[in-house]
Nanobody
């Protein structure tokens, strides 16, 4: 498994931006797809974005065009740049690592991932 630590959450006004970071250690990070999920109070954890090891990306419809996922394999880091934030983006955001090393398709189901960070809170005020 991969050890993951998120950072960068906080309180921001609607329309603002935040950049989340995820530091990874263990396993073969450079060939592991990574994803971001979020969970709002009273709701299930939902997919936000994912990036595979050849830098293909996929986004949930709700964030497409506003969020950008990226990775730096030299630093074992994954990022989520969030722009034009809305109150409905308020949630705890989790970084996750694919359970399959070298997968070409982009994972997007919770069951595709077997390593999770502790989460970072993002609050968007109206």
């Amino acid at each position: 498994q991969v050890s993951l630590v998120e950072s960068g959450g906080g309180l921001v006004q609607a329309g603002g931006s935040l950049r989340l970071s995820c530091a990874a250690s263990g396993r073969t990070f450079s060939r592991t797809a990574m994803g971001w999920f979020r969970q709002a109070p009273g709701k299930e954890r939902e997919f936000v974005a994912a990036i595979n090891w050849i830098l293909n990306t996929y986004y949930a419809n709700s964030v497409n065009g506003r969020f950008t996922i990226s990775r730096d394999n030299a630093k074992n880091m994954v990022y989520l740049q969030m722009n034009s934030l809305k109150p409905e983006d308020t949630a705890v955001y989790y970084c996750a690592a694919d359970k399959v090393v070298g997968r070409i398709s982009i994972p997007r189901e919770r069951t595709d991932f077997d390593s999770w960070g502790q989460g970072t809170q993002v609050t968007v005020s109206s």
